[in-house]
Nanobody
Framework: QLVESGGGLVQPGGSLRLSCAAS????????IGWWRQVPGKEREVVSS???????YTTPSVNDRFAISRDNNKNTVYLQMNNLDRDDTAVYYC??????????????????WGKGTLITVSA
């Protein structure tokens, strides 16, 4: 099970940190991370962290977003800075084989959180 928290309304230029608490499996053993989706568009990869600690963040946000993992808490985080209106979306935590993260194939994820809405607006 994956449970996200930390979403909400933020002004442009603001920051948020999302948390994803996992239960039933160990986050350090899998590839886990974040997707986002806006209405009418496909779900897209935002950032992932692999079992070896290597990370990937999509180029459009990699200068503003950073993923991290706390193995003691079995929790993954997404720090988002300098948010803009284009970041408005539902953000989902997910875990699945690394190959599907590379391909951006949401169908390959084994676990999904329910999602948390981030709205960037003045």
């Amino acid at each position: 099970q994956l449970v996200e928290s930390g979403g909400g309304l933020v002004q442009p230029g603001g920051s948020l940190r999302l948390s994803c608490a996992a239960s039933g499996f160990t986050t350090s053993y899998v590839a886990i991370g974040w997707w986002r989706q806006v209405p009418g568009k496909e779900r897209e990869v935002v950032s992932s962290i692999n079992s070896d600690g290597s990370t990937y963040t999509t180029p459009s946000v990699n200068d503003r977003f950073a993923i991290s993992r706390d193995n003691n808490k079995n929790t993954v985080y997404l720090q988002m800075n300098n948010l803009d209106r284009d970041d408005t979306a539902v953000y989902y935590c997910a875990a699945g084989p690394l190959a599907y993260w590379w391909r951006g194939d949401a169908n390959g994820m084994n676990y999904w959180g329910k999602g948390t809405l981030i709205t960037v607006s003045a």
